[in-house]
């Protein structure tokens, strides 16, 4: 009795802390696979630097909660760092890879964004009201810039995905569920009636 009672604490013990574990091994795995996006920031002289990063499909999953969507992407950032600030000029240019709204055929929409950064360097580094400007501490030796880049991918995903088939002369789309669309056999989501996750941020984007 008393080695059964010690196998149901066991077995217990394990089902409460294994998440626990796998959630921690997965950060540490993932912070590592964001070390390539680290920006050296200790030693660089001032002036104009860039950066080059490119963004696998696997970029999106290291995040959590993140959309089920791949992107394939370069990252380009221009940095001009001056005494106690650094602007940073983030050129994303990539590609969606996401089933069409429409048709459901698997397709690829082109994907652009531009952003720009401030970093101020304080002593005492606070939470600044403007999302656009952080402040870091001036010896502060790295940035990382995965996260940056991660969101504006996020504000970059159309609320709609679809493909423009009709100026395709081979569109990938599924050309019967189309001519079932189009015969109103299927009723097609309008952009208004778009239920992504990431509209709202697009909205508090435009609105910040």
Not at 51 to 61: A, E, H, Q, R
Not at 173 to 185: F, H, L, N, Q, Y
Request: some cysteine; overall charge negative; hydrophobic content about 40%.
């Amino acid at each position: 009795m008393r080695y059964q009672v010690y196998f149901f604490e066991l077995n217990y013990l394990i089902k409460l802390f294994l998440p626990i574990f796998a959630h921690v091994f997965k950060s540490s795995f993932d912070m590592k696979e964001l070390v390539p996006f680290d920006i050296r920031l200790k030693g660089l002289k001032d002036g104009v630097h860039v950066f080059d990063f490119t963004i696998g499909t696997d970029f999106l999953s290291l995040f959590d909660n993140s959309p089920e969507d791949k992107v394939s992407a370069n990252v380009k950032v221009h940095l001009e760092k001056r005494p106690g600030l650094i602007t940073m000029d983030f050129q994303l240019s990539g590609k969606l890879y996401a089933p069409c709204d429409r048709c459901l055929a698997d397709i690829q929409i082109p994907l652009e964004s531009n952003y720009r950064l401030l970093i101020k360097s304080m002593e005492e580094p606070k939470e600044m009201d403007n999302e656009d400007v952080i402040v870091l501490h001036p010896e502060t030796p790295v940035w990382n810039a995965a996260n940056v880049i991660y969101e504006n991918i996020l504000l970059a995903i159309p609320v709609i995905k679809r493909y423009d088939c009709e100026s395709d002369l081979n569109p990938p789309c599924d050309m019967e569920m189309i001519r079932m669309i189009s015969k109103g056999v299927i009723h097609e989501i309008s952009e208004d009636e778009g239920n992504s996750p990431w509209k709202v941020l697009q909205d508090l984007n435009k609105n910040s």
